[in-house]
């Protein structure tokens, strides 16, 4: 449970990392202020950022027309533009939260970016459907998935025709995106909602959605005990669309699979990954009581008592330990093509590159798949080489990180202050203590190999337990 500083506590849990002088910032606001403001990202300059976006990556706000090609250099160019946006809103944006729900959505509707024409439709369905909608309304939110090219296309609903059904989209929208796998539906379900959106597609020419009515079953249709008459056309998918929100689950009526399946993953998104019970359920009443509306449940989440109380520390994902040790740290970007390249690797290496679950149900979000001893080894190897400031197109200033600190107490001070807000654990004290000091009074200068040791203490800091976790 979690017991210490609750401005340090919302910081970690919405955002990746806390940059230094955000904590300062956020506890002059006062918490509630702090996180009022995150709620509302349109209120929040980013235009440093979305600078640097629009100058190196100019493939991020073209349309699906302008991106499609065959040629392969053009299709590379365009799935690493959008995959190093990605990183580098998470590291620069100050608009965090946000940033976290992005990544929280593109789980939750995720789509495979190397599956043929979706590594150009992809940077549509990042921009239009989870950037646009992400604090929204989620019928919004899953009207612009059900008619994105890039989800149609992945899942297969492009080829789902009255002649030819296919049920692919259809199973997933049930069981990942609406009602969850025990939300109650049948083989029949799945078969009705397929019929349901046959005829939805993409136009070959501009890469649009688009319905086409000769493809599509117009026959009638029941779906967990909707009555959809003959003759509805697209309205068929529509409907299905806005009444998988409102089907009870099995265990009650008075909560609807919906609201208990988005609030179980929003708990264990930012409380624990097995959430309690009884706090899933205040969140799924809240989700139905403001109609899916995302900004609203989460204020309500965010703000509640248990969110301080009942909260269990989680395991950083490898997207969130390398951005967290990037911005704890203060590292810089000197090369930003370079850069970007060098994350791009490191998380290949980690099994976290953005957009490349090939699976429907994204990334997990928890902590055992991604604590195989591969997968920790590659943390040491990127805490090792960012503390030895040997990361391509990085910099790492370990004198203005530990503030000329000379002797081995106060540079473990000026660490603790950067990389553990919260307090460094005592075993992880003493052995900073011995990197650092090597049997000598901690409390004297330390000699030439001032830097090496440094070096040698920050890698130990990042790679251990205590920074694995938030």
Known sequence: ???????????????????????????????????????????????????????????????????????????????????????????????????????????????????????????????????????????????????????????????????????????????????????????????????????WGVDRQTGAFRFYPRRHDDGAKTVMGLEIPAGGGMEDGLQVLAHLLQVPHPEGPELRANARLIATKLCRRFVADEPPPQLVGRIARRWQETDGDIRETLAFLLRSEAFFSQAIPKVKRPLHFVCSALRQTGAEIGDLLQATATLLKVLRRLGHSSFDHPTPDGYPDAAAPWLGADGLLQRWRFSLRLARDQLPGFRLDRERLTAGARTPAAIIERLEVNLFPDGIPEGLRRQMVDVLARGTDPAQPLGSDRDRRIAAAVALALASPAFQVY
């Open 1 to 199: 449970m979690h017991a210490g500083d609750p401005t340090v506590h919302l910081l970690r849990r919405t955002g990746f990392g806390i940059r230094a002088g955000e904590l300062r910032q956020a506890k002059e606001m006062g918490w509630q202020t702090w996180l009022e403001n995150q709620l509302s990202p349109e209120t929040i300059d980013d235009s440093a950022v979305d600078d640097q976006l629009k100058r190196f990556f100019p493939t991020l706000d073209k349309t699906a027309g302008a991106l499609a090609t065959r040629d392969r250099n053009r299709l590379r160019r365009t799935m690493l533009e959008l995959k190093a946006a990605r990183l580098l809103l998470a590291l620069f944006s100050r608009r965090q939260l946000f940033e976290v729900m992005v990544e929280f959505w593109s789980d939750h509707f995720n789509i495979y970016h190397r599956d043929g024409p979706v590594k150009f439709l992809k940077t549509v369905d990042d921009r239009e459907v989870v950037r646009r909608h992400a604090l929204g309304r989620f019928a919004d939110l899953l009207q612009a998935s059900a008619t994105s090219p890039a989800m149609l296309v992945y899942l297969d609903n492009h080829r789902n025709r009255r002649r030819g059904p296919n049920e692919n989209y259809a199973r997933e929208l049930m069981e990942l995106h609406t009602v969850g796998s025990d939300g109650g539906y049948s083989q029949a379900d799945v078969e009705a909602v397929a019929r349901c959106f046959t005829g």
